[in-house]
């Protein structure tokens, strides 16, 4: 098996056996993979001898945590999980791990591992939004021009909803609400306009969340996102051997 960094461009033309496009599912991939900025991601293949993709590595340095990349990855087998932790990784640098649950027992094999959630993805489709109108809602732009909606009553951070990445099919949405505000449908309000906005621009909104998170689950399911049926492996990991 050979391990290789790559370039964007051949990621691109082989991917196609092991993302696809246009699933919910493969969206996070499909973004760090392709999307992401190019100077802060490093991405790793494995192949067979006869040049056969049987996985890929992304490892991006994003703003969502400034000393652990996120690092995503696909693979067909255990062997092309070792093969790609073992050159894809540094040795002892914790990293932020998100990949398909199907893949989490072979990667605690090789990675010392912490944190551990099992997360939810639910999917926004524009027939099943449901406005809700709030004239305590500011919309503005976050940095990179997508964007965010908040409440602040009397200054003070109230609800916040913006976008974690997004690419020209999806975009996942995050959101804050001051537990001190909880009850006051603020939550709802800040994540339905952005999700509005979102759908305006021809992508379809994701929210993702912990199995465990029940406040945050009731606020997806009453804007209207609906439960893909996918769910991810995520956790704080550092590989620690050789």
């Known amino acids: 098996m050979t391990v290789r960094i790559a370039s964007r461009e051949e990621v691109r033309a082989l991917l196609q056996p092991l993302l696809d496009p246009r699933s919910p599912a493969d969206a996070l991939a499909v973004y760090y993979a392709l999307h992401h900025p190019q100077e802060r991601t490093t991405l790793m293949t494995a192949s067979e001898a006869s040049g056969r993709l049987t996985g890929f ?7 969502l945590d400034l000393f652990r990349p996120l690092v995503t990855l696909r693979a067909q087998d255990e062997a092309t999980v070792a093969a790609l932790v073992r050159e894809g990784l540094p ?7 998100t990949v398909p649950l199907a893949l989490g027992p072979w990667l605690n094999k090789h990675l010392a591992v912490s944190e551990a959630e099992v997360h939810r993805l639910y999917r926004l489709r524009a027939e099943r939004h449901q406005p809700i109108i709030n004239v305590l809602t500011l919309t503005s732009r976050d940095a990179t021009g997508a964007p965010r909606c908040e409440i602040r009553p009397g200054g003070e951070l109230g609800a916040v909803a913006g ?13 804050y609400t001051d537990p001190a505000a909880r009850g006051r449908g603020w ?11 979102l759908l305006q621009s021809g992508r379809t909104p994701l929210y993702v969340v912990a199995e ?5 689950i009731r606020l997806a399911e009453a804007v209207g996102f609906e439960d893909t049926g996918f769910r991810e ?10």
């Open 187 to 197: 939550g709802k309000s800040v994540v339905s306009t952005l999700a509005g906005l």
């Open 91 to 97: 040795l002892g640098q914790p990293v932020y791990l």
């Open 163 to 175: 976008v974690n990445w997004q690419s020209p099919d999806y975009a996942e949405i995050y959101v």
């Open 233 to 242: 492996y995520v956790a704080q990991a550092v590989r620690n051997e050789a």
């Open 212 to 216: 465990s998170n029940d406040y945050s």
């Open 57 to 63: 590595l992304v490892r991006a340095r994003t703003g």
